[in-house]
T-cell receptor, first 120, second 112 residues
Framework: DAGVIQSPRHEVTEMGQEVTLRCKPI?????LFWYRQTMMRGLELLIY????????DSGMPEDRFSAKMPNASFSTLKIQPSEPRDSAVYFC??????????????????FGNGTRLTVT | KNQVEQSPQSLIILEGKNCTLQ??????????LRWYKQDTGRGPVSLTI?????NTKSNGRYTATLDADTKQSSLHITASQLSDSASYIC???????????FGGGTRVLVKP
């Protein structure tokens, strides 16, 4: 099992440019999460999908951020236009959630190694 | 407000020594609490999970405790090794729903 795969590992871009981050979840997992991590705010949930459907996008900062999951094995997080305050490490995580049982929520999140985004 | 507070923010220990990290939470209703280890430049990795009925659980040299009455958890590292240098994050899941609340983490540095 290769784990959650994110690309690129590092991205440096200029303010105003479009940035696309990519994620391949673990095969068989039905939930996918995008997180942002900064020193000041720690890990923050941006959005999560269940069975490819966005369930909670309340953490998406503003309309400049968008996420898609066209199929079970691929997701993107896009920032357009990017701003310096978007600089952070963006993590993708996946999990298998079996809803409707008390143990539904005991599955751990499996994180990728993140994309470090720097917007200048 | 659902919060998770960790202490200390950082600590330095000598190789071979023990240390204990603390996590206090106000998340309610409670489902479970998980400790993650995050190495520099990597994503967090789950160490252990504590559910309401569990008081203590071990994973190698890591031992987690949970007091659901006082809403406190601890992570004890025994005989620390250089590879234990990392950030340790406490994450509490709220019951009924998929809401996770993350602590700010404790950064541990093990020195030879």
């Amino acid at each position: 099992d290769a784990g959650v795969i994110q690309s690129p590992r590092h991205e440096v871009t200029e303010m105003g440019q479009e940035v696309t981050l990519r994620c391949k979840p673990i095969s068989g997992h039905n939930s996918l999460f995008w997180y942002r991590q900064t020193m000041m705010r720690g890990l923050e949930l941006l959005i999560y999908f269940n069975n490819n459907v966005p369930i909670d996008d309340s953490g998406m900062p503003e309309d400049r951020f968008s996420a898609k999951m066209p199929n079970a094995s691929f997701s993107t997080l896009k920032i357009q236009p990017s701003e310096p305050r978007d600089s952070a490490v963006y993590f993708c995580a996946s999990s298998f959630l079996r809803t409707g049982t008390p143990s539904s929520y005991n599955s751990p999140l499996h994180f990728g190694n993140g994309t470090r985004l720097t917007v200048t | 407000k659902n919060q998770v507070e960790q202490s200390p923010q950082s600590l330095i220990i000598l190789e071979g020594k023990n240390c204990t990290l603390q996590c206090n939470y106000t998340v309610s209703p409670f489902s479970n609490l998980r400790w993650y280890k995050q190495d520099t430049g990597r994503g967090p990795v789950s160490l252990t999970i504590m559910t309401f009925s569990e008081n203590t659980k071990s994973n190698g040299r890591y031992t987690a405790t949970l007091d659901a009455d006082t809403k406190q958890s601890s992570l004890h590292i025994t005989a620390s090794q250089l590879s234990d240098s990392a950030s340790y994050i406490c994450v509490v899941r709220k019951a009924a729903g998929n809401k996770l609340t993350f602590g700010g983490g404790t950064r541990v540095l093990v020195k030879p």
